[in-house]
Every structure is written in C-alpha cells, then in structure tokens.
C-alpha cells in the first residue's frame, strides 16, 4: 500500500471525527457514529504507518548502523 494511500486514512478519519464532535455539540443524531469511524479510520491509519515504516528497508539499514 502506497503512503499516500495510508494518509488518506488519516484525512479521511480527522474529517468523521470533526463532524462528529460538531453533531454531538449540536445534539444531531448519528454523532455516535461518525465518531465511532473517524476514530477506526484513525487507528488504521496509525498501524498501517507503524507497519510501513517498520517493514521498509532502509529503516533496517539506519537501526543496524
């Protein structure tokens, strides 16, 4: 999977979790939800980049100087 492809994870989950924090302060229904998805977009995001960076060669090249 591209990095850029990755990101997309994290813009995408930034934007639920904005929209969902603002239907919670309006009382909106479907909050929860919105919520619930920009926080699973989020965490994908992050293990899917601790995953890219760690099976990347060059990093194992940089940990073993």
Do not use: E, Q
């Not at 591209?2 to 009382?27: E, P």
């Amino acid at each position: 999977m591209k990095t850029k492809y990755i990101f997309l994870f994290f813009i995408f989950g930034s934007i639920l979790g904005l929209f969902g924090a603002l239907f919670k302060i309006l009382h909106w229904p479907s909050a929860s939800t919105l919520l619930t998805f920009g926080t699973v977009l989020n965490v994908c995001f992050w293990i899917l980049l601790l995953w890219k960076t760690f099976t990347h060669p060059s990093l194992r090249d940089f940990m073993n100087k």
